[in-house]
């Protein structure tokens, strides 16, 4: 008898056994937490765990703990994700999935390649928090013209196949006799280093990618 003839488990039988697990706990909470994401935002719940589980292991060496990546709206729709410190949650926003007009003017960019950027950026936000232990938002400079987010943005770079940079915060000086932020020779400015990653790469990038994001799961 081949395995083709071996009686196989009713779909809605592994559909239980899995109920059962998470009830008696012995689902992990990774387990736990793509059940209900995927239970919330269907293949986009899959896609964000996914692929927040991928960049973890190739940017943080796995250590970044799990955590809800939602899909919703950002405060006052300044950005296209975001951290929420507080309860430790991503939210990307619903424009990357369903465009509401030229969105940010990047209509055309929008799909998993930029969103996956998007989800990047606030895992480096989380993973900041974490190692801190501090709430964000208190530096003078913003969460982005900082040293310690600098160095992290050059050290990720080349993991993403992209040359090295140079990041330092931009600081005002004299430049000419004419006091201004510019940033010194070779290295990003301060907008460059808030946009990160998305000012590093060519817009064909993102337009060689665009599918659309229900698709991508
Ligand atoms: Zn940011």
Redesign the pocket.
């Known amino acids: 008898m081949t395995d083709a003839h071996q009686p196989r488990p009713h779909r809605q039988d592994q559909a239980t056994e899995k109920g059962i697990a998470v009830q008696l706990g012995t689902a992990s909470y990774d387990e736990q937490l793509r059940q209900a994401e995927v239970l919330f935002f269907d293949k986009l719940g899959a896609w964000a765990h996914d692929t927040f589980a991928r960049l973890n292991e190739a940017c943080f060496g796995g250590l970044l703990a799990p955590r809800p990546v939602l899909w919703g709206l950002t405060p006052h729709g300044r950005?296209l994700g975001y951290?929420h410190a507080g309860s430790r949650r991503i939210v990307l926003h619903e424009s990357l999935i369903r465009p509401s007009g030229n969105a940010w003017g990047q209509a055309s960019l929008l799909g998993p390649r930029y969103a996956e950027d998007v989800l990047l950026?606030?895992m480096v936000?989380a993973a900041q928090h974490e190692r801190r232990g501090g709430p964000l938002g208190r530096e003078a400079n913003g969460?982005?013209n900082e040293p310690v987010w600098c160095a992290e943005i050059e050290r990720l770079t080349p993991l993403l196949g992209l040359p090295p940079i140079k990041a330092r915060p931009v600081k005002p000086r004299r430049v000419n006799g004419t006091v201004s932020r510019r940033p010194r020779d070779g290295y990003l400015s301060q907008g460059q280093i808030?946009r990160w990653p998305h000012c590093l790469r060519p817009a064909e990038y993102y337009e060689a990618g665009v599918r659309h994001l229900l698709d991508a799961a």
Do not use: G, L, R, V
């Open positions: 950005s951290y950026h606030e936000h969460p982005h808030a």
